[in-house]
């Protein structure tokens, strides 16, 4: 059975390789590479599977997972710049997948091991990344 919960928070970023030129990260990365940073309205969808705990009927309470995705992502990223306010990304570039990847470290660390998390990141209205934690170590 799974389970999911939609948060917002929006948050600024600019796309860009420090040992890359101007010219070379715009190319690469277009007006997400723009200098003065710009912003994105993201949507978090967090799914969680699990059986159904017999003694609730619940796979997890979704009022847990809202205040673990509150806390671990929607109140560190909400109105941040990544590049300049997340440590995280400081050596990493705040593409929409390192984003999720992140996020679901955050969010899986405080989730019970019994059950499967992924993370559903939507930058804009038409891109969205998906991560299922099988790249973990
Ligand atoms: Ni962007």
């Known amino acids: 059975m799974k389970v999911g919960r939609r948060e917002h928070f929006n948050a600024a970023h600019r796309l860009f390789k420090k ?3 101007d010219e070379k990260n715009l ?5 997400c590479s723009n200098p003065n940073y710009h912003g994105h309205n993201y949507v978090i969808e967090t ?3 699990g059986p159904i705990d017999p003694t609730t009927g619940y ?12 806390q671990e992502v929607c109140d560190r990223f ?9 440590p995280e990304f400081e050596n990493l570039i705040p593409t929409a997948e390192n984003i999720a990847v992140v996020s679901w470290r955050l969010i899986r660390a405080k989730l019970p ?3 499967d998390l992924v993370v559903r990141l939507h930058e804009t209205e038409n891109n969205v990344v998906e991560y299922d934690g099988s ?3």
Request: charged content about 35%; proline content about 0%.
């Open 19 to 21: 040992e890359w030129s």
């Open 27 to 31: 190319e690469i990365f277009g007006k």
């Open 47 to 49: 799914w969680v599977e």
């Open 59 to 70: 796979v997890v309470d979704l009022k847990i997972l809202k205040d673990i995705v509150i």
């Open 78 to 86: 909400d109105h941040r710049n990544f590049n300049l306010d997340i």
């Open 113 to 115: 091991k019994h059950l």
């Open 135 to 137: 790249d973990e170590l």
